[in-house]
């Protein structure tokens, strides 16, 4: 699990489920937790799927924390200047 506290600036957030995870194209090897897809500008030829893949999305805003349960993929983006905080803990 994941606790994401912005500590300045604007994030906007995007969370799939791991049940999402085939409709995500995994990397294989060492970077199999990223996905192929492109968020902002998908192709939809190499990834047809994840027209299918369901989120939730959130804009973080200063003093607010985002917890990010484990196995959840996250799309992040700044939308200002921003400092972030990441806490991993098992």
């Not at 607010?64 to 700044?78: A, N």
Request: charged share 20%; with cysteine.
């Amino acid at each position: 699990p994941n606790l994401l506290c912005q500590v300045a600036g604007e994030k906007y957030i995007r969370l799939f489920s791991p049940s999402e995870t085939p409709l995500l194209y995994p990397r294989k090897g060492l970077y199999a937790n990223t996905s192929q897809v492109d968020v902002e500008d998908p192709d939809w030829s190499q990834h047809p799927l994840f027209r299918n893949a369901s989120y939730q999305e959130v804009i973080l805003r200063k003093g607010e924390i985002l917890f990010i349960p484990d196995g959840y993929w996250h799309y992040v983006k700044s939308l200002t200047k921003s400092i972030s905080v990441n806490f991993w803990y098992s």
